[in-house]
């Protein structure tokens, strides 16, 4: 134990009296976990003893510090700090000193050795540090080496835009705002046994410059990944020791972008630096994303050799550092040893990690803010980890932390020393990753020793409460087992669940975990409908055994929001077995098979061990379904008439706290609707589907229909709203339905979302003036063979609120007597009705249509093809089968039947289908003969023998394309049936009683059509063909 009082000097290892001058001036950096217990001294005498040491006598006692020989590997350093050529600034009280500069010099050698800078910078002004290389560009040759940088204003040493200088054993001591700074477009500069001290807090947030973060008052702030770092100490930071922080983007002179995404780029080398006494990290190191320019798991991050000790918060904190590895390191009275966030595919090895020492407890005495565990709400940790994987994608990582070579002590003695620590772990666990409300963070530890005297790892029921009830570590070599007997196994939440199927092989051990030896676990994961299945269970049954084990579904809960919220608010039952042959299925509290609507099955990673549960082992059991009744209508709590809460309706809004709520008696009946306050053009209200239904219609057509209200945030009409516009503008809303699926259904460990969008829209009339019931309707294919299927209504403008009420889901059967739907706009409205292409007005004129019936008019139109259209169900038609198609058109200007110009031309009926990837379009009906009703209507009519690729089509749709794109469309009485086969009557309309319809031309505009009447024998009508320019005209 250290004796009280002061020392009245230093004794210095390995050194020569030579080097040491009296009345030179030393700094010794801190001992405790501030910087601004560092300490100055002056040289008094100096004296060589027999071992070799060198004694410096100091004119004034100091402090007793930590010595290399008590703390072998983190004692202090001891720099001299009086250098032959001084620099001094002047000191006129308002922290503005001198400033060195070398500027835009490139290609020029700059040798700064051996000078000392005293009271240099200007404080909170921008370019006025006390060195700095401004961009430069390539100045190899530089030497910025051996210098000492005193109670600067403003930085040590800044490189700005420069590349390849030295910057080597220099120290800075009493800095305001960072020491070394590296700027994001430095590169390939050599930064070697540096030191940086005491960094104070004269800046602030008021008086910093603006764009740059001085105040964090950084050892060193590195921008860039480009720069290698060896051997340098970092040991008093306001905030960090070392600081990388890699931009989403290049920052050039002025903060200019001036280039691509800095995270992706390979950093440069990082080894064998230092960092203790920073108020918060030691090391922080966020956002190395160069795994995802190589997706090469040898070229990564390497992190080498790293000690951090006696630092505030965290000795490495890691943010957003993807695939990186750390090779080597000690870590020593930290408040958490290494922190992992946002992190996937970490690798740590090498390491001793130590809680706090019993020697830095007898030294700290005086306060707690000197102390660990100053908070009372702070935990401490060796390793504190994720418990969920950040990245979910088929490229990412795809495991979370692996452990190698690694020794952890003195956590036990920690609660010892501070009863006010919560918990103190050698492995701890975030509180705030777990999106799933599981544990899959895959994690495997070999050749690690755990010395705690309670047994404790992990403690398993605090790891619980944070949202991981279900804790798998594979431990590869047994060296976490409690009796040192196994050869392998996996540390375990110690839960009937997680052990019930391994017999005698699991035995508790302390912290609520259990050691299972000898096995190897594969994991699976079934994510569900929330709500409704609060009370069921994953019944998992061993076929071989027999036995079974009840895993209890699991949510996160934050709030409403969360809850609710479409792309996080699942119950996940997950479940992690060893090699066998299972049977898996969802039972309610009674032990029935139950649905919970849909459960995305999705796998993790192999362990990095053999023998663990895979795909294909595990047979579902699923109830029995009756699609014609459970199926009828596929939206829950759709109508107003009885609906008493607002789920299992979703929302895909992550902002703000107010979501789907109650609106009593505001329903279009007067009952009780939804109502969704909404921001962002994207977001909307939403519902899953049950997957069962979806697989077992699939293929199947289904027509939506909902009623919604559209409203500012006043609850006045939203004036906004515009259903004329393309759905991509963001001004209506529109029906997308959300399909999940495998990128590789062999292996089910990726899900991606593929969004359907625009199959249902606001039906016309509708007006944004007045406050009204607009009804979105759409008919669409049901989508099959996907783990979740899930609609949203989106697109509405930003800061429109939705009303919503009277939804359904339900079959639309094909009718072969009726492919077309409201033909005649018998609904007064546009239903079954949109357009195609373009931001078109569709319009309902009511007695405008012929013999004063309605008429559908497009206008706005900016190409030939863009009018009114329909999608329609044809798949009760076959292929070979006749579709018969009519329709009366006419536009706002006379067109010529008999033309091809487009600036002339009339409209044909098009008929498109789509299947797989094959597209038809295909001319099913064309105006026949120059005869129009008295009105100006024209009769479109055609027969269309389907095709093969046509027969149960994705998407089929007619349109009427063709007239100058300046006109007007007028639609009405539109038909399409099916021609039964008569063999009796081959030809259609033989008499001609129906004028010309069914029949046509040999060429567009070599011949023409008329109706005539009478006809033969003096009634009904006739074809007159003329101007036929050949004889084979007909």
């Known amino acids: 134990k250290f004796k009280s009082g002061p020392a009245a000097g230093l004794e210095v290892g390995g050194s020569d009296a030579a080097r040491w001058a009296v009345n030179s001036d030393v700094h010794i950096t801190s001992s405790t976990l501030h910087g601004q217990d560092a300490q100055d001294g002056r040289v008094k005498a100096v004296s060589q003893k027999a071992n070799g040491n060198v004694v410096l006598e100091l004119e004034n006692p100091i402090t007793p510090v930590f010595s290399e020989k008590e703390t072998p590997g983190y004692g202090v350093e001891i720099a001299v700090t009086s250098r032959n050529i001084k620099i001094i600034g002047e000191d006129d009280g308002t922290y503005n000193g001198g400033y060195l500069q070398v500027f835009h010099t490139p290609g020029v050698a700059q040798v700064i050795e051996g000078v000392e800078f005293f009271n240099m910078g200007q404080s909170s002004r921008k370019n006025r540090f006390a060195i700095q290389l401004l961009y430069n560009g390539n100045v190899e040759g530089t030497s910025i080496s051996s210098n000492s940088i005193r109670k600067s204003n403003m930085r040590c040493i800044s490189v700005d835009g420069t590349a390849n200088a030295t910057i080597a054993s220099n120290v800075g001591a009493g800095i305001a705002g960072h020491c070394f700074y590296f700027d994001r477009i430095s590169a390939d500069n050599m930064v070697i046994d540096n030191l940086a001290s005491n960094m104070n807090n004269i800046i602030n947030w008021n008086n910093r410059i603006d764009g740059w973060d001085d105040y964090d008052a950084d050892g060193f702030a590195i921008w860039s990944p480009f720069n290698h770092f060896i051997g340098n100490v970092a040991a008093g930071g306001h905030k960090r020791g070392f600081r990388y922080y890699l931009d989403w983007r290049t920052l050039g002179e002025d903060l200019i972008n001036v280039g691509p995404n800095m995270r992706r780029n390979p950093i440069g080398t990082f080894k064998d630096n230092k960092a203790h006494s920073n108020f918060r990290q030691g090391f922080h190191l966020a956002d190395f994303e160069q795994f995802f320019q190589f997706r090469d798991p040898e070229n990564v991050p390497v992190f080498e050799n790293l000690s951090a000790y006696r630092n505030r918060e965290q000795g490495i904190y890691v943010m957003n550092c993807v695939h990186c590895e750390f090779n080597g390191g000690f870590l020593s009275d930290n408040q958490k040893g290494i922190e992992i ?357 699939g293929g199947q057509f289904y027509e939506f229909n909902a009623w919604m209200q559209m409203t500012d945030a006043d609850g006045n009409p939203a004036t906004n709203v515009d259903p004329n516009k393309e759905w991509w503008r963001n ?28 199959l249902a829209a606001v039906v016309r009339p509708y007006n944004n003036h007045q406050l009204s019931w607009a009804r979105v309707h759409g008919i669409f294919k049901m989508m099959s063979g996907s783990s979740r299927v899930w609609i949203e209504l989106e697109r509405a403008p930003d800061n429109v609120k939705f009303i919503l009420d009277s939804a359904s889901l339900t079959p639309l059967t094909c009718s072969r007597d009726s492919l077309v739907k409201n033909g005649n706009l018998e609904t007064n409205d546009s239903l079954y009705w949109d357009t195609y292409g373009g931001d078109l007005v569709l319009e309902v004129l009511h007695g405008a249509g012929p013999n004063g019936g309605h008429a559908l008019k497009s ?34 200007t006379s067109c010529n039947i008999y033309s091809w110009d487009v600036n002339q031309r009339c409209n044909d009926l098009q008929l498109f289908t789509k299947k797989g990837n094959v597209h038809e379009y295909h001319r099913a009906g064309y105006i026949t003969a120059d005869t129009p009703d008295g009105d100006g209507w024209h009769h479109v009519h055609g027969i269309h023998v389907h095709s093969e690729n046509g027969e149960k089509p994705d998407l089929a749709r007619i349109y009427f394309p063709d007239a100058n794109h300046n006109w007007d469309v007028y639609t009405a009485d539109v038909k399409a049936y099916v021609l039964e086969q008569n063999c009796q009557a081959l030809v259609m309309n033989p008499d001609m009683e129906e004028k010309d319809l069914y029949w046509t031309y040999t060429d567009r505009d070599r011949s023409k059509v008329k109706v005539i009447t009478p006809g033969a024998g003096g009634s009904g009508h006739a074809l007159r063909l003329y101007d036929r320019d050949h004889s084979w005209r007909g």
């Not at 209506?732 to 991606?752: G, H, V």
């Open 859 to 892: 206008s706005s139109r900016n190409w030939y093809d863009q009018t009114q259209s329909q999608p329609l169900n044809i798949d009760c038609v076959n292929a070979g089968d006749r579709i018969a198609f009519s329709a009366k058109i006419k536009t706002s």
């Open 341 to 697: 966030r946002r992190s996937d595919g970490i690798t740590l090895q090498d390491f001793v990690i130590q809680g706090q020492t019993e020697l830095f407890k007898n030294y700290v005495t005086d306060n707690n803010s000197h102390k660990l565990c100053g908070h009372s709400s702070w935990t401490s940790e060796g390793i504190h980890m994720m418990g969920t994987l950040w990245r979910l994608g088929d490229q990412d990582p795809g495991f979370g932390l692996r452990v190698k070579n690694v020794v952890l002590s003195g956590f036990d003695k920690l609660k010892e020393y501070y009863d006010n620590c919560p918990s103190t772990e050698p492995i701890g666990l975030s509180a705030d990753t777990h999106y799933g409300a599981h544990f899959d963070y895959k994690t495997s530890f070999e050749n690690v020793t755990v010395d705690d005297g309670r047994g404790i790892i992990l403690d398993g029921c605090r790891a619980s409460s944070y949202g991981y009830p279900d804790i798998a570590f594979n431990d590869i070599d047994g060296s976490l087992d409690p009796d040192k007997s196994a050869s392998n196994g996996f540390l375990v939440t110690d839960q009937p669940y997680m052990t019930g199927l391994f017999g005698d092989s699991c035995k508790s051990t302390a912290g609520c975990m259990s050691y299972c030896a000898e096995i190897c676990l594969g994991m699976v994961t079934f994510f569900t409908e929330r709500f409704g299945t609060e009370n069921y269970k994953l019944k998992v049954t061993d076929t071989a055994s027999g036995l079974s084990i009840d895993i209890p579904g699991n949510v996160r809960t934050y709030n409403e929001r969360w809850n609710t919220y479409a792309y996080d608010g699942q119950r996940t039952f997950a479940a992690s077995l060893p090699a066998g042959n299972y049977t898996a299925e969802f039972v309610d509290e009674f032990g029935n098979t139950v649905w919970p609507t849909y459960a995305e099955e999705q796998w993790a990673q192999a362990a990095d061990c053999s023998g663990g549960v895979s795909i294909g082992d595990v047979t579902f059991i699923k109830p029995a379904l009756d699609a014609a009744t459970e199926c009828a209508d596929m939206i829950r709590n759709g109508d107003s008439a009885n609906r008493t809460e607002v789920t299992p309706w979703l929302h895909t809004k992550w902002y703000g706290e107010i979501v789907n709520e109650l609106k009593p008696g505001e329903g279009i009946d007067g009952g009780n609707a939804i109502a969704m306050d909404r921001t962002y053009h994207w977001t909307g209200i939403a519902q899953n589907l049950n997957s069962m239904c979806t697989d077992a219609v």
């Open 731 to 758: 001004m209506s809303p529109i029906l997308t339905i959300n399909d999940r699926q495998y990128r590789d259904a062999s292996t089910k460990e990726y899900l991606y979302t593929a969004e359907h969008r625009d």
